[in-house]
């Protein structure tokens, strides 16, 4: 069931069925001030659409990173438009950008970042805890998720007994637990072998993916370039091309 997302100034194209996951809209970011100025998102256009997996790519250093932190709501932008399911999140307060995140963001790291003395369940069911659910409940609903990728005899490892492949399925269902509509991942495959970064991808199209939701990952990794729909490209913080796949797995 998708939550109703916490929208401020809901814009038609995002809200309507079939529209639109993510909307930025000549956004600029910079660090630093005087001397230490640096621009490193320029003038930034760029659509997601819902039910699509699209990949970020690029060279070291070109913005990626910082561009999915603007949308997810976590860096602050110096102008433009960032709208999430028809809200526009950079006009949010901090702490209705933080409510925000909670109901409508899942994130997927490189690293995992899975506590190692919590189980795998006790792991997944973390954001449902923070949120207030009943802690029977998380740890139920974090069950399903783990056998959803595949982790169903694995639910009372803790992380250090786990492969490498194995937690960052952890870290999956960390993200899909509280079904979220914008799921970022962030170099998710850099970590893994090739077949296994191949198995995480067909699940992120797999179980993540659905009409309602989007997925955005970031990456270097040649050998996923397949699971994505679009692929946008950048450099030196500017979109420099934004096509369809054709090399696209179905």
């Given at each position: 069931?998708?939550?109703?997302?916490?929208?401020?100034?809901?814009?038609?194209?995002?809200?309507?069925?079939?529209?639109?996951?993510?909307?930025?809209?000549?956004?600029?970011?910079?660090?630093?001030?005087?001397?230490?100025?640096?621009?490193?998102?320029?003038?930034?256009?760029?659509?997601?659409?819902?039910?699509?997996?699209?990949?970020?790519?690029?060279?070291?250093?070109?913005?990626?990173?910082?561009?999915?932190?603007?949308?997810?709501?976590?860096?602050?932008?110096?102008?433009?438009?960032?709208?999430v399911f028809g809200a526009r999140v950079d006009k949010l307060s901090q702490s209705k950008k933080t409510r925000f995140r909670q109901a409508n963001i899942g994130f997927i790291f490189q690293q995992f970042n899975?506590?190692?003395?919590?189980?795998?369940?006790?792991?997944?069911?973390?954001?449902?805890?923070?949120?207030?659910?009943?802690?029977?409940?998380?740890?139920?609903?974090?069950?399903?998720?783990?056998?959803?990728?595949?982790?169903?005899?694995?639910?009372?490892?803790?992380?250090?007994?786990?492969?490498?492949?194995?937690?960052?399925?952890?870290?999956?269902?960390?993200?899909?637990?509280?079904?979220?509509?914008?799921?970022?991942?962030?170099?998710?495959?850099?970590?893994?072998?090739?077949?296994?970064?191949?198995?995480?991808?067909?699940?992120?199209?797999?179980?993540?993916?659905?009409?309602?939701?989007?997925?955005?990952?970031?990456?270097?990794?040649?050998?996923i370039f397949s699971y994505g729909d679009r692929i946008a490209e950048m450099l030196d913080g500017r979109i420099v091309d934004i096509h369809d796949n054709p090399d696209r797995v179905k």
């Amino acid at each position: 069931m998708v939550k109703p997302s916490l929208a401020v100034a809901t814009s038609p194209a995002a809200a309507a069925p079939g529209g639109l996951a993510v909307s930025l809209q000549g956004v600029n970011k910079s660090f630093g001030m005087g001397n230490t100025y640096l621009p490193v998102l320029k003038d930034i256009n760029l659509d997601v659409r819902r039910g699509e997996l699209m990949l970020l790519v690029g060279p070291s250093g070109c913005g990626k990173t910082t561009l999915l932190s603007v949308m997810a709501g976590i860096l602050d932008v110096d102008n433009g438009v960032v709208d999430v399911f028809g809200a526009r999140v950079d006009k949010l307060s901090q702490s209705k950008k933080t409510r925000f995140r909670q109901a409508n963001i899942g994130f997927i790291f490189q690293q995992f970042n899975l506590i190692p003395t919590l189980t795998a369940t006790e792991n997944v069911a973390v954001p449902l805890i923070i949120a207030g659910q009943p802690y029977r409940a998380a740890l139920e609903r974090a069950r399903h998720y783990l056998s959803l990728v595949g982790l169903g005899e694995r639910l009372e490892h803790f992380p250090p007994q786990l492969s490498g492949g194995q937690q960052q399925r952890v870290a999956i269902a960390r993200a899909l637990v509280a079904e979220p509509r914008l799921v970022v991942c962030d170099e998710p495959t850099a970590a893994l072998d090739s077949s296994t970064g191949q198995l995480v991808m067909e699940m992120f199209r797999n179980v993540a993916l659905s009409a309602e939701r989007a997925i955005v990952v970031v990456t270097h990794d040649n050998r996923i370039f397949s699971y994505g729909d679009r692929i946008a490209e950048m450099l030196d913080g500017r979109i420099v091309d934004i096509h369809d796949n054709p090399d696209r797995v179905k």
